[in-house]
């Protein structure tokens, strides 16, 4: 997910500031800010149950499978979150939507019936 994150943190910069971008990141991971930071979260946020629910639970290759996916989730939620707020402000400022358009978020983003429900292709 940081290589995601850095990804689109370097979209128009330039190689020099990828470059520093990279540092930075490589110097987080080397002295392991990302694991320290995890621990604190997961001790602040979780019971001692709960952590070891989530060892027991990701032991398995359905835990293994659920973290690999986590990370996809992750990233396309911030990519949705992106391309939803920058198409909502576009429409709320009555301006042209300078983005690739994505057919699945726009079905998301159009919850316009009656009974909330999604609308379906071709609809």
Do not use: C
């Not at 398995?60 to 939803?84: D, H, P, W």
Request: net charge negative; hydrophobic share 40%.
């Amino acid at each position: 997910m940081q290589d995601a994150v850095l990804q689109q943190m370097s979209a128009n910069e330039t190689p020099e500031v990828i470059a520093l971008y990279h540092q930075i990141q490589d110097e987080l991971n080397r002295k392991g800010i990302w694991e320290k930071f995890t621990i604190d979260l997961m001790v602040r946020n979780y019971s001692t149950a709960e952590i070891m629910a989530q060892a027991q639970l990701f032991s398995t290759a359905e835990g293994q499978s659920l973290v690999y996916k986590q990370r996809l989730v992750s990233i396309e939620s911030m990519q949705f979150g992106a391309y939803a707020f920058l198409r909502v402000g576009a429409e709320l400022m009555e301006e042209d939507f300078q983005m690739t358009e994505n057919p699945t978020y726009d079905r998301i983003l159009e919850i316009g019936t009656p009974q909330g429900q999604l609308k379906e292709p071709g609809e």
